[in-house]
Nanobody, 123 residues
Framework: QVQLVESGGGLVQSGGSLRLACAAS????????MGWFRQAPGLERECVGA????????YYPDSVKGRFTISRDNAKNTVYLQMNSLKPEDTAVYYC????????????????WGQGTQVTVSS
């Protein structure tokens, strides 16, 4: 059983930056692909970044490509999401998740979820 705890959310002005972190425990972190997701009220949860076990390959949807960067530190059992040029439409609860395969993150069917952290971007 993998436990995931997100941190780093908060309130930021439009155009600003935030860095989210997700600490993992209870499993072998380097054996999981990791991803970040978000869900705004009334909308479906979507993947905003995912990385394979080594971190050498990543996935981003067009909505965040060039603004968001996912990275991982397998020595620290932590995955990060650097968010730049934030927009009000980025406002959502952000979740990290773990899966055995990158594909499972892209299609939003991971094995484990964190509890989420709120990100609010003011205009």
């Amino acid at each position: 059983q993998v436990q995931l705890v997100e941190s780093g959310g908060g309130l930021v002005q439009s155009g600003g930056s935030l860095r989210l972190a997700c600490a993992a425990s209870g499993g072998t972190f380097s054996s999981y692909a990791m991803g970040w997701f978000r869900q705004a009220p009334g909308l479906e949860r979507e993947c905003v970044g995912a990385t394979i076990k080594s971190g050498s390959s990543t996935y981003y949807p067009d909505s965040v490509k060039g603004r968001f960067t996912i990275s991982r530190d397998n020595a620290k059992n932590t995955v990060y999401l650097q968010m730049n040029s934030l927009k009000p439409e980025d406002t959502a609860v952000y979740y990290c998740a773990a899966a055995k395969r990158l594909h499972d993150l892209v299609v939003v069917t991971p094995d484990y979820w964190g509890q989420g952290t709120q990100v609010t971007v003011s205009s």
